[in-house]
Nanobody
Framework: QVQLVETGGGLVQAGGSLRLSCVAS????????MGWFRQAPGEEREFIAS?????????YYTDSVKGRFTISRDIANDIMYLQMTNLKPEDMAIYYC??????????????????WGRGTQATVSS
């Protein structure tokens, strides 16, 4: 089992920045990739970005955040980050981190993830 805890959410004005962290614990040696998703009220959980965990640090982003968000990882401490800049009101959501021990090509699919954190709220005021 892998446990995930997100931190770093908060209230920010449009155009501002937030840095989210996701700390993994437990059987972290089994992790093959991790990702960030978000869920706004009344909406489905949507893919934001993912990163391969071991041999490479290949990253993937959804189009709406390219150039504004950056995903990164600290393997030594089992932490994943999401640096969010130029935030927009439509970025307001609960942000969740997920992890998987599977060897899957498509990391943007929510069903690829086995483990989830409880989420952290990001609020963007206009």
């Amino acid at each position: 089992q892998v446990q995930l805890v997100e931190t770093g959410g908060g209230l920010v004005q449009a155009g501002g920045s937030l840095r989210l962290s996701c700390v993994a614990s437990g059987r972290t040696a089994s992790i093959t990739f991790m990702g960030w998703f978000r869920q706004a009220p009344g909406e489905e959980r949507e893919f934001i970005a993912s990163i391969r965990w071991r041999e490479t640090s290949t990253t993937y982003y959804t189009d709406s955040v390219k150039g504004r968000f950056t995903i990164s990882r600290d393997i030594a401490n089992d932490i994943m980050y999401l640096q969010m800049t130029n935030l927009k009101p439509e970025d307001m959501a609960i942000y969740y981190c997920g992890a998987s021990s599977r060897w899957i090509l498509t990391t943007s699919n929510i069903t690829a993830y086995e483990y989830w954190g409880r989420g952290t709220q990001a609020t963007v005021s206009s």
